[in-house]
């Protein structure tokens, strides 16, 4: 999966990723950020992440806490809420 761009877009707002979990194997579909404001002060200002990285952290929206995952799992990302946007990312 590509994820060119994945990063930006989670500093900017919210990002959905779709990924299969590795230790049930279901599908979560997980609105999160990497932005400051969205995430209550969470995200720390300087966070060194590339799109590139075998794993991904991530401030989760629904779960209001830090998640992480590998980016071999994923099956989609799109900005935005689950199911809010049109700019989806597959491969």
Known sequence: MKM???TKAAREGVVTVEFTKIDTGELRIMPCTLNRDLSDHNVPEIIE???DS???VV?????EAWRSFRTSTVKRWYIGSPGSGPDVRTD
């Open 4 to 6: 060119e761009g994945f």
């Open 49 to 51: 992440q590339k799109d």
């Open 54 to 56: 075998d794993h991904l």
């Open 59 to 63: 401030w989760a929206m629904d779960k």
